[in-house]
């Protein structure tokens, strides 16, 4: 089971890509998606431990798309 999360701004294609690329060197992480609206980002990590992955995103969303942050919004 995934989680979903809202973000607080809205990202342009370019912030996404680059988004996902750090999100990949994440080592728990098992796979991050954003909706085509690009307004959620669906998360799975490999042992259902969310802490340290949504930690390093949420540093890299501050970084790479002007300080967005991220709200839980539901499982998926």
Known sequence: MGRSYHLSKELKPE???EI???L???PDLKQAQFTKELDYLNVETKDQEYYHVMSRAVNIFSQKADGCNLSFSKFV
């Open 15 to 17: 912030q996404a890509t």
């Open 20 to 22: 996902l690329q750090e």
């Open 24 to 26: 990949c060197h994440i």
